[in-house]
């Protein structure tokens, strides 16, 4: 496979600085919400309270972990290493860069991982 055209890079940078922008503004809007809720109430209300408060942090770990691969994603843009899977060393197609623009590892790359993981996992 030949490298990516600059055309797909920039495509995807933008997606990336997208997604970026929609998770900060996520992470705004859930540290807002959690901080707004009013701490009295019977047991029961508490006990919802500290659900919510349990899914919230759940979200907002995914959403750091998001940003993070996101980061990476651009990081990798910058020092021209973007697109090339970490497993294979090959280009990523690019469908799958489209399609998940902060990906590290091909169809092929991500099917040896997820291989290795059955393996060990056992």
């Not at 907002?60 to 020092?79: M, S, T, V």
Request: glycine share 6%.
């Amino acid at each position: 496979m030949s490298s990516l055209s600059k055309e797909l890079v920039e495509d995807c940078k933008a997606k990336l600085l997208t997604s970026k922008e929609e998770l900060l503004n996520r992470v705004r809007d859930i540290r807002k919400n959690l901080h707004i809720e009013e701490k009295g109430g019977d047991e029961a209300d508490q006990t919802v309270r500290v659900l919510n408060e349990s899914e919230v942090l759940g979200q907002h770990d995914r959403i750091r972990k998001q940003l993070f691969e996101i980061e990476q994603a651009l990081g990798r843009i910058e020092n021209g290493s973007y697109g090339i899977c970490e497993e294979t060393e090959e280009y990523i197609e690019a469908d799958r860069l489209r399609a998940i623009p902060w990906t590290r590892l091909s169809i092929e790359g991500a099917e040896i991982r997820e291989s290795l993981k059955r393996k060990y996992a056992r």
